[in-house]
C-alpha cells in the first residue's frame, strides 16, 4: 500500500509541474516537437526522393531543358553518399530534438540544460556568421531558460 501512494504521488507531482509549466515553455516545446517532425520528414525525403529525380535532374541538365541548369547541375553534383548521410543526420537531428521537446514539456531539468547550452552556442554562432535574428532569438531564449524564476520552479 505504501508503493502505491508513492507512485500516486509522483504522478500527482508531474501533474502539478506541467500545471506550473510558463506558457512560453510550453510553446517553445510544441515548436520544437513540429520542427523535429519537419526535420525527420526532411531526412526520410532525402533517403527516398532524392535517389529517385537524380536522374531526371541529370538528363533535364543535360538536355538543356531547364533553363537554371546551372543551380541543377550544381544539385546533382551531391554524391549518393553524402544524401545518404544527409538524411540520417536529419533524422537523427530530428529524433533527439523530439525527446528534448518532450523533456521540456514533461520539465526534466537535462532538458532545461541542454536548451540553455544549445541556445547560447547557437548565439555565438549567430555573432560570427553576422546573422541578427538568429543572434536575438537565440540569446532570449537561453537567457529565458537561464534565468526566469518562473522556469527555474517549473523544472527544479
Given at each position: 500500500?505504501?508503493?502505491?501512494?508513492?507512485?500516486?504521488?509522483?504522478?500527482?507531482?508531474?501533474?502539478?509541474?506541467?500545471?506550473?509549466?510558463?506558457?512560453?515553455?510550453?510553446?517553445?516545446?510544441?515548436?520544437?516537437?513540429?520542427?523535429?517532425?519537419?526535420?525527420?520528414?526532411?531526412?526520410?525525403?532525402?533517403?527516398?526522393?532524392?535517389?529517385?529525380?537524380?536522374?531526371?535532374?541529370?538528363?533535364?541538365?543535360?538536355?538543356?531543358?531547364?533553363?537554371?541548369?546551372?543551380?541543377?547541375?550544381?544539385?546533382?553534383?551531391?554524391?549518393?553518399?553524402?544524401?545518404?548521410?544527409?538524411?540520417?543526420?536529419?533524422?537523427?537531428?530530428?529524433?533527439?530534438?523530439?525527446?528534448?521537446?518532450?523533456?521540456?514539456?514533461?520539465?526534466?531539468?537535462?532538458?532545461?540544460?541542454?536548451?540553455?547550452?544549445?541556445?547560447?552556442?547557437?548565439?555565438?554562432?549567430?555573432?560570427?556568421?553576422?546573422?541578427?535574428?538568429?543572434?536575438?532569438?537565440?540569446?532570449?531564449?537561453g537567457l529565458y531558460?537561464?534565468?526566469?524564476?518562473?522556469?527555474?520552479?517549473?523544472?527544479?
Amino acid at each position: 500500500m505504501a508503493k502505491k501512494s508513492k507512485r500516486d504521488n509522483k504522478k500527482l507531482l508531474s501533474r502539478s509541474n506541467s500545471k506550473k509549466l510558463p506558457l512560453l515553455v510550453k510553446i517553445i516545446s510544441i515548436l520544437g516537437h513540429i520542427f523535429s517532425i519537419i526535420t525527420i520528414i526532411f531526412g526520410i525525403l532525402f533517403l527516398t526522393v532524392f535517389p529517385l529525380i537524380k536522374p531526371l535532374i541529370i538528363t533535364a541538365t543535360q538536355n538543356q531543358a531547364i533553363a537554371s541548369g546551372q543551380v541543377l547541375t550544381t544539385f546533382t553534383d551531391i554524391s549518393g553518399n553524402g544524401v545518404i548521410v544527409g538524411g540520417i543526420m536529419l533524422i537523427i537531428f530530428g529524433i533527439i530534438g523530439l525527446f528534448i521537446s518532450r523533456g521540456l514539456w514533461k520539465a526534466k531539468p537535462l532538458a532545461r540544460i541542454v536548451v540553455i547550452v544549445i541556445s547560447l552556442l547557437g548565439a555565438v554562432s549567430a555573432l560570427f556568421y553576422f546573422k541578427l535574428v538568429r543572434l536575438i532569438v537565440d540569446l532570449a531564449i537561453g537567457l529565458y531558460f537561464l534565468l526566469s524564476k518562473d522556469v527555474k520552479k517549473a523544472f527544479s
